[in-house]
């Protein structure tokens, strides 16, 4: 597992944003109507005040997508810090270092041999769409080979990472500090502590969703600009999420984790405007129950 890969500098700018590859509608690519965007955002309080904000994100966006709005630019202002899933910039070199310290691990057998029977038409086809084999993924771990799929895909469907919300948050935070709830290395982590069962429910599910020809994406899209927290909390049940030990691992593992930090974040006086991805912020399981388990209360700002 420390073999480097070769330089994959544009595919790992894309993985760095979109991890969890369809909680966030990564590889949306179709404009939305043009409506006014009701993102979901809450504010985090006690009976002293509002301490914080909470945003879901799409990692990545069609050009032009209006989804900031008045109470948005207002919490930004209010805070004095923005705390995202990475806190560094992207830098898809670290990026590819990371990637290469977990992903390759020697004599595992082609990834079409890693799937169940029913699965290999559907990574077939993928690979025939995105001019990819088996050959080219030679020792590299499921999820990697997961990950990189879904982002050759995204590419492929116009997927830009610098189109969405955490770049231009970082861009109107001004001076104030950004900070991380994660880094590259604990992202990828996360993946290769998968076992091996789970990195192939992954793969096969990623693989699945790719050869479809519906768009997933467009309408995650749509349910994220309405603040549709209820049919976003319905799609981070299907795909590889309605697998239970991806969830998890992907979702709900790291979710307690975040809000323990954001918990003590709070404690300690800061009032942060936080902005993670939409299937983290959504259901039983998503940051606001959470953090009102902590003894916050977490409301709706409309």
């Known amino acids: 597992m420390k073999r480097h890969p070769s330089p994959l500098t544009r595919l790992l700018q894309l993985l760095a944003g979109c991890l969890l590859i369809s909680l966030a509608a990564c590889g949306a690519a179709t404009p939305p109507p043009e409506e006014p965007a009701k993102v979901a955002l809450w504010a985090i309080s006690d009976s002293t005040g509002v301490h914080g904000w909470l945003l879901g994100t799409v990692h990545s966006l069609p050009p032009r997508t209006n989804w900031r709005r008045p109470a948005i630019d207002n919490a930004i202002s209010g805070a004095d810090r923005l705390v995202l899933e990475i806190g560094e910039a992207l830098n ?6 990371a990637l290469g310290r ?4 020697p004599g595992l057998p082609p990834p079409s041999e890693r799937v169940e ?4 038409s559907d ?4 690979y025939k769409d995105l001019s990819l084999n088996d050959g080219q993924f030679k020792d590299q771990e499921s999820w990697a080979v997961a990950l990189q799929i879904a982002a050759i895909g995204g590419l ?18 001004g001076s104030k500090p950004v900070t991380g709830l994660e880094t590259i290395d604990s992202q990828f982590g996360i993946f290769d502590t998968l076992p091996p069962r789970a990195q192939s429910v992954l793969l096969e599910q990623v693989a699945h969703e790719a050869a479809d020809s519906r768009d997933d994406d467009k309408d995650m899209l749509a349910l994220w600009l309405r603040g549709d927290e209820l049919g976003i909390a319905r799609e981070a049940q299907t795909g590889f999420l309605a697998d239970p030990e991806l969830r998890t691992a992907l979702l709900t593992r790291r979710n307690l984790a975040w809000a323990d930090q954001i918990n003590a974040m709070l404690k300690a006086g800061a009032k942060p405007f936080i902005a993670v991805g939409a299937a983290h912020v959504a259901g039983i399981d998503g940051l606001p129950r959470l953090l009102e388990a902590r003894g916050w209360q977490v409301k709706r700002v409309y």
């Open 117 to 120: 029977p029913k699965f290999r």
């Open 102 to 105: 977990l992903a390759f691990t």
């Open 92 to 97: 898809p070199q670290v990026a590819g270092e």
């Open 156 to 173: 492929k469907q116009g997927m830009q990472p610098d189109s969405g919300v955490e770049p231009e948050l970082r861009k109107v935070i």
């Open 123 to 126: 990574l077939a086809k993928v």
